[in-house]
């Protein structure tokens, strides 16, 4: 049997970044999007350009920034979604334009109160429309997979005559089962009398924890792209998680016989960097990229795995780039092996990168013994990638105990002037924010607070994760912090998701209404 190609298309910066509470900023999702590239994703679904200037400006960065793979922006069946979509997307070497439109009866009568007829014909409109600016057009008949069979099989039938190069066949609410999933594929194939013009795809939902079964029992059926996420996130229980999707297609050739394209090497840095932006964690038994995916507690098992590792690993951690490295990093390291070390850890920083990474890192050794693949690779995401630091953290002083009212004093240095204040507050991280705010200006309700160690160990670094939302807005942003003490690593998480606020352009037009900003 010949080896066949599966299309993978990535729809985290999309889908993904729908998930309650992310709010990823331009920045942002060029990072990730160059990121999935390396990884080797063929499609990269970029945004929803008519959502928010927020969703158009990162489809636009993306389109001009990232090229040598395909990137897509999605609209709804409607000319205007449609302009916007392209207006993002022109400057990309390969576009892709996504059109969609519900064709179950429940979202037809409920939530577009709209005929059979009327979908069929805005379907068709809309396609027709994309073919205009790009030949490369996909077609999402949203809820398919609830759809009447016969009538979805007419409007695929209809957008692929008008133009459609790729039809997408959504289980939009994660309702299917695989065994029906890939029967559904079938049928959609073989009574499709064009279907053969169109590249099938399936995009599946997690509701019921089917998202990743049903999309593999629809390759089977002979759907050639799959649509998913990194980690898996995206809206309510999210997508098909695209580690998992890869690395089963990988490690049951003998029943696939399916290849992608993807640089499996690169998975769990690409989980990684997504977890950090999104400030969604990832599970410590999540299949592939989770904490215990290659970890062997028993004793049995571990005896096994030292005499052959076949017995319980059924694909290398090295596979998915877990690498274990030998050498120990401490405060006698040198710059040489700091970077050979990142530069094995897929990290290729440019000349003050390294320096910025080298300086925090003497740091950090200098207060702990031994500084782990982890430690590094939160200080170079944290510290030395994070977007451009409009306020650092020059020095913080905590009074804090059982009796005493906790008092923070900070000093913030901004454009090269250093910005002092203090507060008292409930704790010593609510008079650190209440300080923060003082000297910034920014109100904000905290929505999220989280500490957990990067590492074991009583010196390991402390990572704190906020969200917040400034007074004001509607926008949630999302903050990270590392240190090997716990109350600066929250300053510095806060102030993070304040950088963030100040560089996005709702926070700019928030800090001209400011005027409590100390030094301005
Ligand atoms: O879940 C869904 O149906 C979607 C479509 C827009 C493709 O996300
Ligand atoms: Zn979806």
């Known amino acids: 049997m010949d080896n066949k190609r599966i299309y993978i298309f990535d729809t985290t910066l999309r889908d993904g970044e729908q998930s309650p509470g992310v709010n990823l900023n331009t920045h942002e999702k060029i990072e990730i999007g160059k990121q999935l590239q390396k990884l080797g994703v063929d499609v990269i679904e970029a945004g929803f350009p008519m959502a928010s200037t927020g969703d158009f400006e990162a489809v636009k960065a993306i389109a001009e920034k990232i090229k040598g793979v395909t990137i897509c922006g999605l609209s709804r069946a409607v000319f205007a979604d449609i302009d916007r979509a392209w207006e993002a997307l022109k400057a990309a070497e390969q576009p892709r334009i996504h059109t969609f ?26 396609v027709k429309h994309a073919k205009q600016y790009t030949g490369d057009v996909e077609f999402s008949a949203e809820d398919a997979s609830r759809s009447d069979l016969d009538f979805l099989c007419q409007v695929l039938e209809a957008v692929i005559t008008a133009g459609a190069t790729t039809v997408n066949i959504p289980d939009t609410v994660g309702y299917a089962t695989p065994g029906e999933f890939e029967q559904f594929i079938k049928n959609i194939i073989d009574r499709v009398p064009n279907i053969h013009k169109a590249r099938v795809s399936v995009h599946c939902h997690n509701d019921l924890g089917l998202a990743v079964a049903n999309s593999l029992a629809a390759v089977t059926s002979g759907a050639a792209q799959i649509e998913c996420t990194i980690n898996g996130i995206g809206e309510r229980a999210g997508n098909a998680s695209l580690e998992e999707v890869v690395m089963a297609l990988h490690t049951r ?17 690409t989980s990684r960097l997504v977890s950090n932006l999104t400030g969604m964690k990832v599970q410590a038994n999540k299949a592939i990229v989770g904490k215990n995916a290659f970890a062997h507690e028993s004793g049995i098992h571990q005896d096994g795995v030292l005499k052959e590792r076949s017995t319980y690993e059924i694909m290398s951690p090295e596979l998915v780039g877990l690498n274990v490295s030998n050498i120990v990093l401490g405060k006698h390291s040198g710059r040489h092996a700091i970077s050979g070390r990142l530069a094995e850890l897929g990290y290729t920083l440019d000349e003050s990168e390294l320096n910025k990474a080298f300086k925090k890192f003497k740091s950090l050794a200098d207060k702990k013994k031994e500084v782990t693949d982890e430690d590094l690779i939160a200080l170079v995401e944290e510290e030395v990638r994070s977007i451009p630091a409009t306020y ?19 000093s913030l240095k901004k454009d090269g002037k250093f910005l002092e204040d203090a507060a008292c507050g409930e704790g010593p991280v609510d008079a650190i924010y209440k300080a923060v705010e003082k000297i910034t200006g920014f ?12 590492t074991g160990g009583k010196d390991a670094l402390g990572e704190v994760t906020v969200k917040i939302q400034p007074f004001g807005s509607s926008k949630v942003y999302l903050g990270r912090g590392v240190s090997t003490d716990i109350l600066e690593a929250s300053a510095k998480a806060y102030i993070n998701a304040v950088n963030k606020v100040v ?5 700019k037009t928030l800090q001209e209404n400011l005027t409590g900003e100390k030094g301005i």
Do not use: C, F
């Not at 050739?253 to 840095?269: L, Q």
């Open 503 to 507: 560089v996005d352009t709702e926070g």
């Open 392 to 410: 650092e953290l020059d020095y913080i002083h905590i009074s804090s105990g059982s009796r005493v009212i906790p008092t923070a004093t900070l």
């Open 253 to 269: 050739k003998d029943k696939y016989n399916i290849t992608t394209g993807i640089n499996t090497v690169e998975i769990y840095r």
């Open 443 to 454: 109100q904000s309700t905290l929505l999220y607070y989280n500490l957990s160690a990067v």
């Open 101 to 126: 439109i519900a064709t179950s009866d429940i979202h037809m009568v409920h939530k577009l109160r709209m005929t059979r007829q009327q979908v069929l014909e805005a379907a068709v409109a809309a």
